[in-house]
């Protein structure tokens, strides 16, 4: 779980992910689409990827991917980001974060 967080408040904004989920690749165009240059890890091609995916699931992450840190927080998955975006709050949060400039 160290690993984890450690990654997690590495940058603005980081996503772990699994290279083969479609769900992962359109949070990370959506947060791209804001101008925001994330960190993203692929659990499935990371050495310690099994780690983390477990270390996300005791986070709270289910399913594990896509996980999203921002501003060095978890901010959960697709859902809570998605939802986010439809209230209007995502563009605040990365501007909060560091993570774009207006």
């Not at 997690?8 to 689409?33: D, W």
């Not at 890890?41 to 995916?53: A, F, V």
């Not at 005791?58 to 939802?83: D, Q, R, T, W, Y």
Request: aromatic share 4%.
């Amino acid at each position: 779980m160290d690993m984890v967080m450690k990654l997690g408040t590495s940058s603005a904004v980081v996503i772990f992910t699994k290279s083969s989920c479609c769900i992962s690749h359109s949070i990370e165009t959506l947060i791209r689409s804001f101008g925001a240059n994330p960190a993203v890890y692929e659990l499935d091609t990371h050495p310690n990827g099994k780690q983390m995916e477990k270390a996300l699931m005791e986070l709270g992450c289910h399913p594990s991917v896509p996980a999203i840190f921002i501003g060095k927080e978890l901010v959960g998955g697709a859902n809570e980001i998605m939802s986010l975006n439809v209230r209007g709050k995502l563009k605040q949060l990365l501007i909060r974060a560091n993570a774009i400039w207006v």
